[in-house]
């Protein structure tokens, strides 16, 4: 028999600052988890003095205590809510269900993390048809009492009731017609009083019920929506890809109802303490006179500007500046604030820490170090590293745009350029990106929650209507995708799939568009994009300090001298590998390489392997130039030789063509080409088939190679060596090191590396120059990891290869696992992360730290770097730090993440 769970404290109001922080100990982390950001901050605006409606706070405790038992109430909950319900009534003078004097509440969730937008919001609870008759007639309001009636009913009935928003949005728009107006704002008294006798009809019709008339009720069943809304697929998506844990539950928030849309001395809206889309230090965000919160961001009406504020209600600007200055100074970071102007009177909804672009991000963290209100560590720790990675977006290539005019402009809320096909329903985008791999841009009037997953599928989003604080815009910031909103020339009809540009321009569905979220642009074409240096001043500094903090060196794959200096401008600290065979895939090279592959003597052989020393000699000596003073690993050949010839299919076709050709030939001289031509086929064809092996992966490469073919391994260290003379002998600073891949024994690498060093020490002495010279190798074979003492008396310095490693750890092909059962287990959790996306800390992580402890054991100096693709993934990063690896090495691209992400690592220490 299960025991009742003893009754707890659930609720809390926003004046018991003191018995929240007494339960936590003064600890905000807990209070934040307990009573959701919103919750938590209204609590703390409350103590501050800031005018808060008042209200109450039901916990994530009662979330998940409602969720785990079947979507029941736990014990004690629904009673301390009208306890603190009455609580409200005192402290307003108002009392809930009274016709005379009503109390309206609103229902708002609020998480632990924000989540805008993604979870359920219920305003003007408590309404009846007797309190609105009341409220017309004594208010003199009859359309403002209608009007927050409809409201009410129409979010009840979709949040609470599951009627399909469209439902009510199309009596709303028939409403209109009958009316003879173009907006909302123009439908009188009686007009919004048919929509509202309308709207329950349509509940009852759907679902049977009719809507309740007990404002209790309607408090109860709103409470559990929020409470489910936690669950719904919308939140579920947003989390998966805010990385926000499932199980914290959300709290709801029961406030006082205050309302802009009184008169002309009533405003709403929504506004951050600084632009969320530059950092800038200045208040931004949109407003409304005679409006209701939710039109601000649905995009119904057109919004003001909040600097138009100063202008049309003064007095009520300074005041948000005041309360703006005031919050952001004690909570120490940009705040996102919701305000309403009642009558006159200044009213705080909620305020918590705004979303911004990396952009903004960065100004802000730095500027805020020089404002004094936060440490240097607390700004690099702030930057994200994917949020670095925004600052690598494609733009528009200026060359590209030269004489395409735009086909419209909006606001640019998220910078970055986008390219793709245009889809109007965030569903389609889904499916046209996951399934088809295609590029989408989402097109839509205005973004809901609902349509989240479609945005996070596009790579970018355009809106007709909404402002900078729209759903769009929010959303679009918080994923870093760049978007262009309130497109107001842009006239969507959904039900056609197309949309309109003034009379004469018509895009359809499944159509190609560009847009400029920097410059807020839409261009009807397929324009080419590029990646931007990295120049931003604010990032700059962000990184300088975090050099000084990261304890682990950062280097860069890197293969030829332009990818060197890219990645010398973007920080790093030399090459952790270069990859040689890539510079044998060269069009005047590849032929050598074949001629060296099939050749059919020593002699053949060695001219071919000759042919290529002075082409690697150079390829080496623009390399250390690009980063002189710097290491500079290279690693000798790695892939099979079958990767440098055709395969066998393609040449047996060619033969076949060859073959049937020649039938048609008539002249001696032709025919003798003909048979030359396919004897050559057929030798090569031979050597294809002989080379042939069922696993090359584990075949004869690397080290292997080296040891059948010396004069390959050879011809590569004596260019290594005679372009670092030649380098030092024009006071170049070099630091080369050889890295032998693919060593599984000790002896391979004594076998090979002697005759290697007496090479390099040949060309020195040659050339009279003394230049560093270090021999090591990869650590990508388990047994290499589990031997590594040994193997560290002969190399001088390890590198993880790690994606071999971890392919060689699990057994697995990454080629064919991650489009194979590997993305099943990653849907069903059975792993967490990809292990070719971040180091698997249990198996590939404890095999390096074995290699590492026994390595140093037999070389107390051994140096020690990780250069497989994992050398750019913060997570990898976190336990390359923990392990105690000296650097890491990634693509140039990666580099200013890498850099950042050691910080942090450092930091967390």
Request: charged share 25%.
């Amino acid at each position: 028999m299960t025991t009742p769970k003893t009754p707890g404290k659930y609720v809390y109001l926003f004046n018991e600052y003191d018995d929240v922080m007494a339960k936590f100990d003064g600890e905000w982390d807990g209070v934040r988890g307990l009573l959701g950001g919103k919750g938590a901050n209204l609590l703390d605006a409350t103590r501050l003095g800031i005018p808060v409606p008042p209200g109450f706070t039901v916990t994530t405790e009662g979330c998940n205590d409602y969720l785990d038992a079947r979507e029941q109430f736990p014990g004690g909950l629904w009673e301390q809510a009208l306890e603190s319900i009455a609580s409200l009534e005192t402290m307003t003078g108002k009392k809930f269900g009274d016709a005379d004097n009503p109390l309206l509440v609103s229902c708002r969730s609020g998480a632990r993390f924000s989540m805008p937008g993604m979870m359920d919001t219920i305003l003007n609870i408590g309404l009846t048809d007797e309190i609105v008759e009341v409220l017309a007639s004594r208010a003199h309001r009859p359309r403002f009492a209608w009007d927050i009636y409809r409201r009410l009913i129409h979010m009840f009935g979709s949040v609470v009731m599951d009627v399909p928003d469209e439902v009510f949005e199309a009596v709303i728009t028939a409403q209109r017609r009958e009316s003879g107006v173009k907006a909302d704002t123009e439908l009188d008294a009686a007009a919004w009083k048919a929509v509202t006798i309308r709207f329950k009809e349509i509940i009852r019709t759907y679902t049977g019920k009719e809507f309740p008339t007990d404002p209790y009720e309607q408090l109860r069943q709103a409470t559990e929506a929020v409470f489910r809304s936690w669950n719904g697929k919308r939140a579920r998506d947003y989390r998966n890809a805010s990385d926000i844990p499932h199980d914290l539950g959300t709290a709801v928030n029961i406030q006082t109802m205050v309302f802009g849309n009184l008169g002309e001395d009533s405003a709403t809206g929504v506004f951050m303490s600084r632009n969320a889309t530059t950092g800038e230090p200045h208040l931004e965000g949109d407003f409304l006179i005679n409006a209701q919160g939710e039109d601000v961001v649905a995009g119904t009406r057109q919004t003001m500007r909040i600097g138009e504020m100063a202008d049309s209600m003064p007095e009520m600007f300074e005041q948000l500046q005041k309360i703006s200055t005031r919050l952001e100074k004690h909570h120490r970071n940009m705040q996102d604030m919701e305000f309403t102007v009642e009558q006159g009177k200044m009213w705080l909804l909620q305020t918590r820490d705004g979303k911004r672009t990396a952009q903004a991000e960065v100004r802000i963290a730095v500027d805020m170090v020089d404002e004094g209100l936060i440490s240097r560590e607390e700004a690099v720790s702030r930057v994200q590293p994917d949020q670095v990675d925004f600052f690598l977006h494609p733009q528009l290539d200026p060359e590209a745009l030269q004489g395409v005019k735009p086909i419209a402009s909006g606001l640019n809320v998220s910078p970055g350029a986008a390219v793709g096909i245009i889809a109007f329903e965030p569903d389609l985008a889904e499916r046209w990106a996951k399934e088809d791999g295609k590029n989408v841009i989402l097109v839509r009037p205005e973004t809901r929650p609902d349509d989240v997953h479609g945005m996070l599928a596009s790579k970018g989003v355009v809106t007709s209507k909404g402002g900078r604080t729209s759903h769009a815009a929010l959303v679009a910031r918080q994923f870093g995708k760049p978007a262009v909103v309130g497109v107001e020339e842009i006239e969507i009809d959904l039900d056609n799939h197309l949309m309109r540009i003034g009379e004469d321009l018509t895009i359809k569905e499944g159509e190609s568009i560009s847009i400029d979220g920097n410059n807020g642009l839409v261009y009807y074409a397929n324009l080419p994009t590029v990646v931007p240096d990295i120049q931003n001043p604010y990032l700059i500094k962000i990184l300088q300090w975090a050099d000084g903090f990261r304890k682990l060196g950062v280097r860069a794959n890197a293969d030829y001298p332009d990818d060197a200096k890219r990645a010398r401008d973007y920080g790093a600290e030399g090459i952790g590998l270069c990859r040689t065979e890539h510079m044998f895939f060269a069009e005047e090279r590849l032929p050598i390489m074949q001629r060296m592959i099939t050749a059919s003597s020593a002699a053949e052989r060695a001219e071919a392997i000759a042919g290529l020393l002075p082409m690697q000699r150079t390829d080496f000596e623009g390399l250390f130039r690009a980063m002189e003073g710097q290491p500079v690993i290279i690693r000798l050949l790695d892939p099979p030789l079958h990767e440098f010839l055709p395969s066998s299919h393609d040449l047996m076709l060619e033969l076949t063509d060859l073959k049937l050709r020649m039938q048609h030939l008539s002249s001696l001289k032709e025919m003798d080409k003909a048979l030359e031509d396919i004897a050559a086929k057929s030798r090569l064809l031979e050597r294809v088939e002989t080379l042939a092996e069922s696993n090359p992966m584990l075949g004869t490469r690397g080290v292997r190679l080296g040891m059948l073919i010396p004069g390959l391994y050879n011809m590569q260290v004596q260019a290594i060596y005679e372009a670092a003379c030649r380098c030092a002998a024009d006071g170049v600073d070099v630091h080369p090191e050889v890295m032998i891949p693919l060593v599984t024994h000790v002896g391979e690498l004594n076998m090979i590396v002697g005759p290697l060093t007496e090479i390099a020490d040949r060309v020195m002495a040659e050339a009279g120059v003394e230049v560093p010279k270090m021999f090591g190798t990869m650590i990508e074979i388990p047994r290499a990891a589990l031997t590594a003492g040994e193997i560290a008396a002969t190399a001088e310095f390890f590198s993880f290869g790690t994606n071999d490693l971890t392919q060689t750890t699990y057994g697995i092909s990454r080629d064919d696992a991650e489009t194979g059962f590997l993305v099943h287990y990653l849907q069903t959790r059975l792993l967490t992360d990809n292990p070719f996306t971040s180091i698997d800390p249990e198996g590939v992580g404890r095999l390096m730290q074995i290699a590492i402890d026994e390595g140093r054991k037999a070389r107390d100096n051994l140096e020690i770097g990780v250069c497989g693709e994992h050398g750019g993934d913060p997570k990898s990063i976190q336990l390359c730090h923990d392990l105690g690896v000296d650097y890491v090495s990634c693509s140039p691209f990666r580099v200013p993440i890498a850099r950042l992400a050691a910080a942090h690592a450092a930091l967390m220490a």
